[in-house]
């Protein structure tokens, strides 16, 4: 008796599945917009400049690509938006052991997620903090008080 047959047909499927959504991911980064440094070249005569335009040139704003990163969540709405699958979770979580061919594939996406998470906040492209706590690589500082109190005796007073 043969189980209904699975969304995703294979790990090598699902494996170039990830890489499709990698290569979108990394060809369309977030477009942040920041305020252009330093100085503003302009004309000699500025009287017959719009308004708007003038605006423009001495408060230049500049797009620039910021690099996205990988996520599980982004991997699993890529799916659902593709009309792949609607839900990730039984090949991640190996449900009923009805998934184990997919167990090794599924390491290999969440390793390649975490790299690239853990790569890019050491370079400074994501926000290292976030990264950290993404990952659980949060540093632990153990601080130990030793003493005591010393009270002094000073006698029964009446």
Known sequence: MAGRPKNIESPEVLWNYFL??????????IMGVEQKRGNSILPKDI??????VLNKM???VVELPIQRPLTMEGFENWLEDNDIINNLSNYLANSNNAYSDFSTICSRIRRNIRQDQ?????????????TQRLNNLSEKIETKIEGGLNIPDIGNRE
């Open 58 to 60: 001495l408060n230049p």
């Open 20 to 29: 499709e959504y990698k290569k979108e991911i990394k060809d369309n980064p």
């Open 47 to 52: 009287s017959n400049i719009e308004t708007d």
């Open 118 to 130: 853990i790569e890019g906040g050491m370079a400074g492209i994501y926000n290292p903090s976030i």
